[in-house]
């Protein structure tokens, strides 16, 4: 018995501290976009920016966003990314019909954590 009292202190003593480095170190993850994953547009409803929203506030000077055209990986982005706290966003070209994907990197400035995701969405005539 008294082997299970120590092994269970042991292990809550090691799921408390697993708890507290979890969320000190958290990582800034995408909460919102303004386009989803898988989503259609057609050439009138496209957006003209892709804006992104973070889990906490990432590091404009680590932190980046692109958009191809995944046929010919033809950057289709103006290069203008704006980071400000916890959002992101970037300016899309006139986009043509086809497959596109928007990769992000998020870097939180606290503690360099570092996450990645992209997002795939069409565009149809």
Same mark, same amino acid.
């Given at each position: /018995?008294?082997?299970?009292? #120590?092994? +269970? *202190? !042991?292990? /809550?003593? *090691?799921?408390a501290?697993?708890?507290? !480095?979890?969320? *000190?170190?958290?990582? +800034?993850?995408l909460?919102t976009?303004?386009i989803?994953d898988? =989503? !259609?547009f057609?050439?009138? @409803? &496209?957006p003209?920016?892709? %804006?992104l929203?973070f @889990?906490e506030?990432i590091?404009? %000077?680590?932190?980046?966003?692109?958009? !191809?055209?995944?046929?010919g +990986? =033809?950057l289709?982005?103006k $290069?203008?990314t &704006?980071i400000?706290?916890s959002s992101?966003?970037?300016s /899309?070209? *006139?986009?043509?019909?086809? &497959?596109y =994907? #928007? @990769?992000?990197?998020?870097?939180?400035?606290d503690?360099?954590?570092?996450?990645? $995701? @992209? #997002?795939t969405?069409? &565009?149809?005539?």
């Amino acid at each position: /018995m008294k082997k299970f009292a #120590i092994f +269970s *202190a !042991v292990s /809550m003593a *090691a799921l408390a501290v697993y708890m507290l !480095v979890s969320i *000190a170190f958290a990582h +800034s993850a995408l909460e919102t976009s303004n386009i989803a994953d898988g =989503q !259609v547009f057609s050439l009138a @409803t &496209v957006p003209g920016e892709v %804006h992104l929203n973070f @889990t906490e506030e990432i590091d404009p %000077h680590r932190s980046a966003v692109y958009v !191809v055209k995944v046929h010919g +990986s =033809q950057l289709v982005d103006k $290069g203008d990314t &704006v980071i400000d706290g916890s959002s992101m966003k970037i300016s /899309m070209n *006139a986009l043509d019909e086809g &497959v596109y =994907q #928007i @990769t992000w990197i998020s870097v939180t400035p606290d503690d360099a954590g570092f996450k990645s $995701g @992209t #997002i795939t969405f069409s &565009v149809h005539f």
